[in-house]
């Protein structure tokens, strides 16, 4: 199957390995190893907490379909994407169950979508509208499929989802159209309790799992048979699993983790598997480093000294936690260090960056190293995918 068709989605990964001197920054290198424990951890970890709740992670994080597939060999059933155009890609690569946690709205995706659904895809897809899923039923009827479809439930995070109040009636209007089955619920919260943020996993993870199983009870009251409840981002996912009736948990992060999980508490900054390198430029004075990252190669989403994690800075700079990523613009990184410091123009540093995923989406291309220490350049193949 092929379904993405831009140039950049068809640059060849390296097939041998890569002379580390020649690697220009800024760069992302992931370690493998590591990679491969933190797929284990959450893998057992979940197991051991919930046998009977599955793994759906969530690619975003990653894009990179040979991860995928290492996630899916270590016992996932299946993937989760964020656009449809990721799960177009996952699919070239051979992954066949998908779930898509964001409505599909306008007629091009959803002819898209029932394209995938033709090539014998499992696509499960999300609505939280009335609207949305006349569409689908629409596009049903069009290209003659039946879309599995969630129902997205608003749970705190005020984001995309149907209300509690709202959810039954909507379902029975759903319910009515052809083309569509329910199979399930889903919602995403993240570290948030009682819709304010918070550094209390356990609290927030047992809120999300409890509402979501009072929806699903309320739901198959009205006769809508719900077979599905889908939760849990990596802060949350352990958490909510625990809560019985939960069947399904979609963290992402996990399998790198950045210093945002490792502020929360999930992960230790050592468990951190995919770090951003640059280069010392210029040492203006003598407590400040310009390096060759800004923001068009760390992400900037996560800003210092905000929310409930008081995170210093953009990101942790490996081996010297005083160190403080104070300001960026699109390509210098000011670094705050202390005067003594021993830092020279034309070293290279390697940074955690405070959120994983949208760092991996600023690059076009990352390098594995892998078990061996030998490095090769895989090509983020799901990257910069806006539609």
Not at 120 to 129: E, F, T
Request: hydrophobic share 45%; charged share 20%; with cysteine.
């Amino acid at each position: 199957m092929s379904f993405v068709t831009t140039e950049q989605h068809h640059r060849i990964d390296s097939t041998l390995p890569i002379d580390p001197e020649s690697l220009q920054t800024p760069y992302v290198m992931i370690d493998l190893a590591r990679t491969k424990r933190n797929i284990h951890h959450m893998t057992t970890t979940l197991q051991n907490i919930s046998p009977q709740v599955t793994l759906r992670p969530h690619i975003k994080t990653h894009k990179l379909p040979q991860l995928a597939k290492m996630q899916l060999a270590a016992g996932a059933i299946g993937i989760t994407c964020a656009k449809l155009a990721e799960a177009e890609v996952m699919a070239a690569a051979g992954i066949n169950d998908i779930f898509i946690g964001y409505p599909l709205i306008g007629k091009l995706r959803l002819q898209r979508a029932a394209k995938l659904l033709q090539a014998g895809v499992r696509l499960i897809v999300a609505v939280d509208s009335l609207e949305g899923a006349q569409q689908l039923s629409r596009a049903a009827s069009i290209h003659h499929v039946t879309f599995e479809i969630r129902l997205e439930i608003e749970t705190g995070l005020r984001r995309t989802g149907v209300t509690q109040e709202q959810v039954v009636a909507l379902a029975l209007q759903i319910a009515t159209l052809k083309g569509i089955h329910i199979t399930g619920i889903f919602t995403y919260k993240g570290a948030v309790l009682a819709e304010k943020p918070t550094t209390d996993l356990a609290a927030a993870g047992k809120e999300e799992s409890d509402i979501m199983i009072k929806v699903a009870a309320a739901l198959r009251e009205a006769g809508i048979a719900i077979q599905d409840i889908s939760v849990g981002s990596t802060p949350s996912a352990l958490h909510a699993a625990s809560t019985e009736g939960v069947t399904e948990v979609r963290p992402g992060t996990y399998i790198f983790y950045d210093r945002m999980q490792a502020a929360y508490g999930v992960c230790q900054l050592e468990d951190c598997s995919a770090l951003l390198w640059a280069t010392i430029v210029s040492r203006p004075a003598p407590d400040r480093i310009i390096i060759d990252t800004g923001s068009k190669s760390l992400a900037a989403d996560i800003q210092p000294q905000q929310d409930q994690l008081f995170l210093h800075g953009f990101g942790h700079i490996v081996g010297d936690a005083d160190a403080i990523i104070e300001r960026m613009n699109e390509e210098h990184g000011m670094v705050t260090v202390r005067p003594e410091a021993t830092y020279a123009i034309g070293d290279r540093i390697s940074i955690i960056p405070n959120h994983i995923c949208t760092t991996i989406n600023l690059h076009n291309f990352v390098y594995v190293k892998d078990e061996d220490g030998k490095l090769y350049q895989w090509n983020v193949a799901a990257r910069g995918l806006v539609y």
